[in-house]
């Protein structure tokens, strides 16, 4: 079966800009979780067990506790599968933190249909609710400080505008989308530029209204990148002690961002320390799912 390129209803579109998604990203997302699980074939298991004329309720619900990211997402998958014949319920708001045995959403269809959408809704629900309930950890970790927990470019191809929503339901605050958002020279860009000024001036002059982050090994590059007048500074794999003194050198004059070697239970003493983020890859790379059962309810 072979799913026909598909634009969302009005108020699905509606619903997806009101949390920052774009609704062609999740249409390509979703048209190709379906696509592979079809792949040119037939759901020979759904067609053997269940009568065409069949209607269901399928109820995702909460095995665990955790924070609820994309359930949209989850509901566009049923929008191309069930087109108007299907509704949906949401049973608790976005980035609400709920208890094992939660009904976090259904969808009422043909059974035929909500079996074929189960799959990969329940997959992506999973997985940015994952996201989210890890991103809470963290920011519930520096509570009490002005630090903020942010994410990185380290994210699954194809899915990074989902999981750096997910990271925003879970209470963090997202870093570059792309490449061409803000510069961000790094060790590597030092090395070909012969050195961290040579780099933040070169990035510069070429593009004087992108905001310019730079990363530096030592308190002596900070300085060097605090004068050439960084807007952002990452600091990267410093102790405690480093961080507690870039700070004060800084004095206020850009912003610090704490990376590499970070972990939850240390998350209170670097933010302690007075930088202005932590850095945390592992929010998109490492995160565990969240576990979400589809239960399924026969209506006739």
């Known amino acids: 079966m072979q799913y026909a390129t598909y634009r969302f209803s009005a108020e699905t579109n509606a619903r997806l800009g009101e949390v920052g998604l774009r609704p062609l990203d999740v249409e390509a997302i979703a048209l190709r979780a379906l696509e592979e699980d079809i792949d040119d074939g037939v759901d020979v298991t759904t067609i053997a067990t269940v009568p065409a004329e069949q209607r269901g309720r399928l109820a995702f619900v909460a095995r665990s506790g955790g924070v609820i990211a994309g359930q949209i997402v989850a509901a566009a998958i049923f929008d191309v599968v069930c087109g108007d014949e299907h509704t949906v319920e949401f049973c608790v708001e976005e980035g609400a933190q709920v208890d094992a045995g939660t009904e976090v959403m259904a969808i009422t269809a043909s059974t035929h249909q909500l ?58 605050v997202n870093h570059r989308m792309n490449l061409a958002d803000a510069a961000l020279v790094k060790d590597n860009h030092i090395a070909a530029a012969g050195g961290v000024e040579q780099a933040f001036t070169a990035v510069r002059e070429r593009f004087p209204d992108v905001p310019v982050e730079v990363e530096v090994d030592t308190l002596e590059q900070l300085d060097e990148v605090l004068d050439a007048g960084a807007d952002l500074v990452l600091l990267d794999n410093f102790s405690i002690d480093q961080m507690t003194e ?38 998109t790379h490492s995160a565990p799912v969240l576990d979400i059962g589809a239960d399924l309810v026969v209506l006739g």
């Open 115 to 172: 079996l074929r959408g189960e799959r990969p809704a329940l997959n992506l629900l999973s997985h940015l609710s994952g996201i989210a309930t890890a991103t809470r950890a963290w920011v519930q970790a520096v509570q009490g400080t002005s630090a903020r927990i942010r994410d990185t470019r380290k994210t699954t191809p194809g899915l990074r505008y989902l999981e750096k929503y997910a990271v925003r339901m879970g209470g963090g």
């Open 246 to 283: 870039a700070v004060s050198r800084n004095a206020g004059r850009a912003r610090l961002e704490a990376s590499g070697g970070l972990s939850l239970d240390r998350a209170a003493a670097v933010a302690a320390t007075g930088v202005d983020y932590l850095a945390v890859g592992a929010l």
